[in-house]
């Protein structure tokens, strides 16, 4: 079985730029979480999104928002990028909002 | 800053050597869970504890869940280098928010 999928794997920006990541849950699962793990630091909560609507959000700035399709995927994005936004971005899913989360590989994103 | 205390922050050892990884907090948890993550790769969960003062055994790993639900251990026995990677401890809250420790960085020399 396919686990969690993200995409791109990787990416440059610079700052001031807009970029969107994407990820796929398990089949089945229907809410999706997102994590920023800056070098060194363990994963911090972003955004969760559970059927479609956003069920909880961490200490992050309105830059950061996230949305959820029909098809239970998800969408990342962060408006103008400053230099430390460049983390690993990860992504659970679980079958609902407090089951257990299982992460993709996570996009790391680069900001020049 | 991490709600999760997590110590030591780095540990090398031998090939066959023991070890113990602790995550502390002053909050109280629903759940704790411990991760290893691998470099370029995301976190994979290890095991769940839920019930305070629980024990669980997978293989050579021993895991810990305080009986206030506030602390966790992690016990490796005869670690392997495949056992390398960044150990990470999560406690879950009510609404099942993950809060992470900084991790364990730990390398098993062959």
């Known amino acids: 079985d396919a686990g969690v999928t993200q995409s791109p794997t990787h990416l440059i920006k610079t700052r001031g730029q807009h970029v969107t990541l994407r990820c796929s849950p398990i089949s089945g699962h229907k809410s999706v979480s997102w994590y920023q793990q800056v070098l060194g630091q363990g994963p911090q909560f972003i955004f969760q999104?559970?059927?479609?609507?956003?069920?909880g959000r961490g200490n992050f700035p309105d830059r950061f928002s996230a949305r959820q399709f029909p098809n239970y995927s998800s969408e990342l994005n962060v408006n103008a990028l400053l230099l430390g936004d460049s983390a690993l971005y990860l992504c659970?899913?679980?079958?609902?909002?407090?089951?257990?989360?299982?992460f993709g590989p996570g996009t790391r994103l680069l900001v020049l | 800053t991490q709600l999760l205390e997590q110590s030591p922050q780095f540990l090398s050892i031998q090939e066959g050597e023991n070890l113990t990884v602790y995550c502390n907090s002053s909050?109280?948890?629903?759940?704790l869970q411990w991760y290893r993550q691998e470099p370029g790769e995301g976190p994979v969960l290890l095991v769940t504890v839920v019930t305070g003062g629980e024990v669980k055994k997978l293989k050579r790993l021993t895991f810990q869940f305080g009986d206030a639900r506030k602390d966790s251990s992690l016990h490796i026995t005869a670690a392997q280098p495949g056992d390398t990677g960044l150990y990470l401890c999560?406690?879950?809250?009510?609404?099942?928010?993950?809060?992470f420790g900084a991790g364990t960085t730990v390398t098993v020399r062959a």
């Open positions: 999104y559970y059927e479609k609507e956003e069920r």
């Open positions: 659970a899913s679980s079958l609902g909002p407090q089951e257990t989360q299982y």
């Open positions: 999560a406690g879950a809250s009510s609404d099942y928010k993950l809060s």
């Open positions: 909050s109280v948890f629903s759940s």
